[in-house]
């Protein structure tokens, strides 16, 4: 008996481990469609990219008894037992749906039952999703020492752009297809679109835009208007659809996702579903970070550690991962309605490719894109995470900078010249005026430069300045000049 | 017999400035020597430090608590008797571990090693630990785990020079230990600190996560080194063990999550771990920033995973090392004040460390207490029905330096016996039932460890005001009355040293082959630094660890398995900023000392809550108002600072304060599980206006 877990992917392994930190000691299956134990699906690009060796990506075993290669073929709800495609059977007191989803094939060159092309078509063809994927498509255009290659990417969601991105950085040729009029659509407006897709063009990716693919041939891509574009190899990026063929199957609620509600919980109580293939609030989510924390939630829950505490819907951080462009979306696209005023920040510098749209309410940010401004998306990720008021100053944030508001800084008589020894140019002054009229003087009234050192050059240059004022002999001036007092040595 | 002037050491923090002391006129002056971690300088604590020597409120004569609730003075005699006494007493009647002892990281190696000593066998008590476990005690879990032995730096301070890149993780030295900046000036510096300190101002990148995401921020750092192919492969491979677990962990922290939740740019991270890799020489350092936490040790861990990465410790140039806070935090945690530990670095548990010590001792390995709670639990064991009813506190102010300081007040009152050692009425003396005034640094002789593990001489210049007795003489009079042979506690420092040397021969801290003659000529020794048969050159003391092996038995550093977890407590609706904590460059410590200088005091006269603008507004506050901050334990009062660079989510409280601005008030302490440090780094609290309510 026990909690059995279908899917052995990221929300599982998150999943066993959650229960087990939480003091779970109960039987724990996870059965995984895959050939491998849980591995870091986020960093698939790392390996296609080169960065990283497939093996790199395995997750720490996880105490849980693990079929890898098993896929669970019925639920039958009345014993409470699934059923596995060797035949065998596991009964269970919980079960969890952790079974992901799988990339969506468009239907190019007929029929695709089951999502699966009907027959081999006559250029290779690739998905993005599993480890085997992405080792697939790296060997078949060939290491770093190979010949470049044309690469058709077919669709420029997230997944599209960063794929598009790291084949271009590994050489390829590289045409990226969108049926839109601007990459990523669905999340960006149309200037963050539009200067996304003037980076894409910089980095030498030749974009398609508001065209379609229609088939394949032999060394092409068809697209539109029948015409061929030449290809050795076409990946596609045509999103994910969650998996729910066994949920379905066994009578569950299923939308686009299985249906859970605030406790994860399936139209069965006993049946809870996680991850990629879970739609909780008309939403599936479908990233890790989502996933990791349902599967958190969905282990205080089933240890009693927090009862009754309901799954918060979680904020939405999209943050493309590849260096060659800062890009972050926050929230919905359009923002939920009936929040109340809203009020937008806009900022464009199209010659420094940078943009941000902020939409707030009550001071807080509740959509937003921002497009070259690192530093804007790192600080609004915690705000937005938090729900937090943005700063007053609203350019500085952008920016990233210290705000330029409130007062002045130390009016200059007040202000520290030595930090170590707590020496003011007030200080330096009054040591003046007490008779100490050349540096060793003033160092030893004061102290100043003896502490890190770090002022010798401004208490020197106060001197000469000093020096200068009084008008008085020319011979003072070249007291401060000269080699500095023992206590300076090591001072730059 | 004291001499006109005396060549010895700052008795703050554990830098160990070099200062020559001298008398002129009747006063005490203070020059910085050329001593190699100073080089002639010296800050602002350092250059009044002869102000302590004569403050009007010097502890001159032993105290006793009358029934009125006063301290009277009374004679030595009068003061030990009772205390003896009522030890006795108490430990007929609930046994050993009803008598307590909290010692300092700012006593004398002779000092902690004797305290130890006294606690073990005189006492018969395995309730003992210091302050230091809120100092050092993380990364010290940390280093002996990666490097089977922990040395703060295993290099000379002077090594830094050289740097091209030294990371600071944690770590405000230019307030802290502004002196250090002198070997800094060539590297270019990259500072993870949550504040702009002065510091980070001095840094070519600062990153400023969130309070409490430092451990986070290190494992994306660990990835960046991984993912860019900046790891040291051959390094890993031939040094050390446990790559493939760590890097299961960091797996999960690709930049642009750990930018999520620490705050700090993805382009920040990348750019950090670039500097580092692409320095010749590079040095990855950790202070109280990152450590104290309720995951500190694995803070540590993780930053000593990024260092192993990239093949920087044991490299000629490069390295590992996390920068010790107090005067003695190095010794002080090798001889014996920690619950766990016998003298050498020896484990309390280790039955040939038990033998080797006992036989130094003259006793049997068998009535060696075992170890004992760490420094918080001990505190919060205090009156209650299963804890010690007596605490003898040396060299420290718990009730100024210890989390949930107002909880921790409230042991102290439930004792049945408090007796404070110390050489000015601290916030804890006066509290006491005993107080017993010693000798301070001028006036005494004994040695410390500084940060880079070399072993110094404080030497005398003046005798102790009469009525003052050092603290070994306190121990060894203590002793006596309690049945103990007065050989057995010997009074001269270096009679003691010599005894401390063979008790630590053959531990990872060795100092059997160091002498006072051998310091005194002028010889730097680092441990170890082994005995040699009288036949053969001496040791010449180990400046550098780890160049052909690490302290493990297969010479390997150990990677360590470490995962990011929140804090403790998170910041919620009702207290919706993190409160972080720490010190100030005209202030150290408790500020039992420095608040008692005029020039110090005038620098930084009360405790400050820095905050951003913004939230000062939000809160209905103003620059130079005063803040009441609130936490689920208690409140204090802070005056407003507003500053500009502070994040939005955060408020800075330095800690040194007394009363009602004790920013311990406030803090949370959430234990680390390996290192049993507290989360002094962040807690939730909420901030008001005086008069508001809650």
């Known amino acids: 008996m026990g909690i059995v877990i279908v899917g052995g992917g990221p929300a599982a392994h998150r999943l066993v481990n959650a229960l087990r930190r939480s003091g779970y000691g109960g039987r724990l299956t996870v059965l995984g469609a895959e050939r491998h134990p849980a591995y870091h699906r986020p960093l698939l690009g790392s390996v296609l990219a080169g960065q990283l060796p497939p093996e790199a990506l395995t997750l720490p075993p996880a105490e849980a008894e693990l079929r890898t290669g098993t896929t669970v073929t019925s639920v039958d709800r009345e014993h409470r037992t699934v059923h596995t495609g060797d035949g065998a059977s596991h009964p269970y007191e919980t079960l969890v749906l952790a079974t992901g989803a799988r990339p969506r094939w468009p239907r190019l060159g007929g029929p695709a039952p089951d999502g699966e092309p009907a027959a081999a078509p006559p250029v290779p063809v690739t998905v993005l999703r599993t480890l085997d994927d992405c080792r697939d498509l790296r060997a078949a255009l060939g290491g770093p020492a190979a010949a470049p290659r044309s690469v058709a990417v077919v669709g420029a969601g997230v997944l599209g752009v960063e794929t598009a991105m790291t084949l271009r950085e590994s050489g390829h040729h590289v045409t990226l297809v969108h049926r839109a009029p601007h990459p990523m659509d669905r999340r960006l407006d149309a200037t963050a679109g539009d200067l996304l897709a003037e980076r894409l063009r910089q980095l030498g990716v030749r974009l398609l835009l508001g065209r379609t693919a229609t088939g394949y041939g032999p060394g092409h891509l068809r697209l539109d208007g029948d015409e061929r574009l030449p290809a050795d190899h076409v990946v596609l990026c045509a999103g994910t659809v969650p998996r729910t063929g066994l949920a379905r199957r066994a009578g569950l609620a299923v939308r686009t996702g299985v249906v859970v509600d605030g406790h994860l919980r399936t139209s069965d109580p006993r049946i809870h579903a996680i991850g990629d293939c879970a739609e909780q609030d008309d939403v599936v989510a479908g990233t890790v970070t989502t996933a990791w924390e349902q599967a958190d939630t969905l282990a205080a829950l089933l240890t009693g550690a927090r009862p009754g505490t309901p799954a918060r819907p979680p904020r939405s951080v999209l943050r493309l991962r590849t260096r060659a462009v800062e890009l972050a979306v926050f929230g919905p696209p359009q923002p939920p309605a009936g929040g109340g005023p809203t009020e937008t920040v806009t900022f464009q510098d ?31 990720a915690q705000l937005y995470d938090r729900d937090a008021p943005l700063p007053s100053d609203r350019l500085s944030l952008l920016l990233g900078v210290a705000p330029m508001t409130g007062e002045p800084a130390d009016l200059p008589e007040d202000s520290l010249v030595c930090d170590c020894n707590n020496v003011s140019r007030a200080g330096l002054r009054q040591a003046w005026q007490d008779g100490a009229r050349d540096l060793y003087a003033l160092v030893a009234a004061t102290r100043a430069t003896t502490g890190c050192g770090g002022c010798a050059d401004d208490v020197r240059a106060w001197c000469a300045q000093a020096t200068a004022g009084t008008a008085a002999r020319p011979g003072d001036a070249a007291l401060c000049a000269p080699a500095v007092p023992s206590t300076l040595g090591g001072v730059k | 017999m004291t001499a006109d002037q005396a060549d010895t050491h700052c008795p703050y923090c554990a830098l160990q400035c070099g200062t020559r002391l001298s008398r002129q006129d009747g006063a005490v002056r203070v020059e910085p020597s050329d001593f190699s971690v100073n080089r002639g300088g010296l800050c602002h604590k350092g250059w009044t430090a002869p102000a302590l020597l004569d403050t009007p409120d010097r502890l001159r004569h032993p105290l006793l608590r009358g029934p009125d609730g006063r301290h009277t003075p009374v004679a030595w005699d009068t003061a030990l008797d009772r205390v003896a006494e009522r030890l006795r007493r108490i430990r007929a009647e609930h046994g050993p571990d009803a008598v307590a002892v909290f010692g300092g990281g700012g006593l004398t190696n002779e000092k902690a090693y004797l305290l130890g000593k006294f606690a073990r066998i005189a006492l018969g008590t395995s309730q003992i630990d210091y302050n230091g476990r809120f100092c050092m005690s993380s990364a010290a879990a940390a280093g002996n785990a990666a490097f089977g032995v922990d040395r703060g730096l295993p290099f000379p301070v002077t090594d830094l020079a050289d740097a091209d890149t030294v990371l600071l993780a944690g770590a405000n030295v230019a307030e802290t230990m502004p002196p250090l900046l002198r070997h800094l000036e060539r590297a270019s510096l990259i500072v993870i600190d949550p504040r702009r300190t002065r510091t980070a101002e001095l840094a070519a990148l600062h990153l400023q996560p969130a309070p409490g995401t430092d451990l986070a921020l290190a494992l994306g750092l660990l990835h ?25 962990r960091a797996l999960g922290w690709w930049p642009e999550r750990v930018e999520r939740v620490t705050g700090v740019p993805a382009e920040d991270q990348r750019a950090a771990v670039r500097m580092l890799t692409e320095a010749r020489r590079a040095y990855v350092l950790t202070g109280r920033g990152v450590e104290q936490h309720s995951k500190g040790a694995d803070t540590a861990a993780a930053f000593i995973n990024l260092a192993l990465a990239l093949g920087l410790p044991g490299r000629p140039g490069s390295g590992y090392g996390c920068l010790t806070g107090q005067g003695n935090g190095q010794g002080g945690r090798e001889h014996g004040q920690k619950a766990d530990q016998l003298p050498g670095y020896r484990s309390i548990t280790d039955p040939a460390a038990r033998t080797h010590v006992a036989r130094v001792w003259g006793v049997d390995p068998a009535e060696l207490p075992g170890p004992g709670r760490s420094a918080y639990r001990l505190l919060d064991a205090l009156g209650r029905p299963d804890g010690p009813r007596a605490l003898l506190v040396f060299g420290s102010n718990p009730v100024v330096s210890v989390p949930d300081a107002g909880r921790i007040g409230e042991r102290l009152a439930a004792l049945d016996l408090l007796v404070v050692a110390d050489f000015v009425p601290s916030e804890t003396a006066r509290l006491a039932d005993v107080v017993l005034p010693v000798s301070q640094w001028a006036e005494e002789e004994g040695t410390l460890t500084s940060l880079e593990g070399r072993v110094l001489r404080r030497r005398r210049l003046l005798d102790p005001p009469a ?77 550098r660890l780890f160049l052909d092996r690490f302290a493990h038995p297969d010479g390997r550093a150990r ?42 005091l005038a620098a930084v006269p009360e405790v400050y809550a820095e905050m951003h603008p913004d939230t000062a507004a939000a809160a209905g506050l103003a620059d130079g108002q005063t803040a009441v901050v609130r936490s689920r334990r208690g409140r204090m009062r802070a005056r407003v600072k507003v500053v500009h660079t502070m994040r939005p989510d955060t408020v800075f409280l330095p800690f040194h304060f007394p009363g009602a601005g004790r920013a311990n008030l406030i803090t949370n302490p959430a234990l680390d599980p390996r290192s049993e440090m507290p989360e002094f780094k962040a807690c939730a609290v909420r901030i008001g206006p005086e008069d508001s309510e809650g």
């Open chain 1, 350 to 380: 199209r010659s420094g490719a940078r943009y941000a749209r902020l939409v707030l309410s009550g001071g807080r940010l509740r959509a937003g894109v921002l497009l070259g401004l690192p530093r804007a998306a790192a600080a609004l």
């Open chain 2, 224 to 248: 960046v080194a991984v993912t860019e192919g900046w790891c040291d492969r051959s390094y890993v491979a031939a040094r050390t063990s446990g790559f493939d677990e760590a890097w299961q």
């Open chain 2, 467 to 543: 009525g003052v007795r050092g603290d070994l003489a306190v121990i060894q009079g203590l002793a006596t009355r309690l049945g103990q042979p007065a050989a057995r506690f010997p009074t001269a420092p270096h009679e003691v040293f010599d005894e401390l040397g063979r008790a630590s021969g053959g531990g990872p801290a060795d100092y059997s082959g160091i002498s006072y003659e051998r310091l005194d000529a002028g010889e730097a020794l680092y441990w170890p630094c082994p005995a040699r048969p009288a036949d053969q050159a001496a040791h010449p003391g180990t400046p």
């Open chain 2, 559 to 600: 990677f360590a398995a470490v995962d990011h977890r929140d804090v403790a407590e998170p910041a919620t609706a009702d207290y919706p900023l993190t409160a972080t904590t720490g010190r100030v460059l005209a202030h150290y410590q408790s500020g039992a000392q420095t608040r008692r200088v005029a020039e110090l």
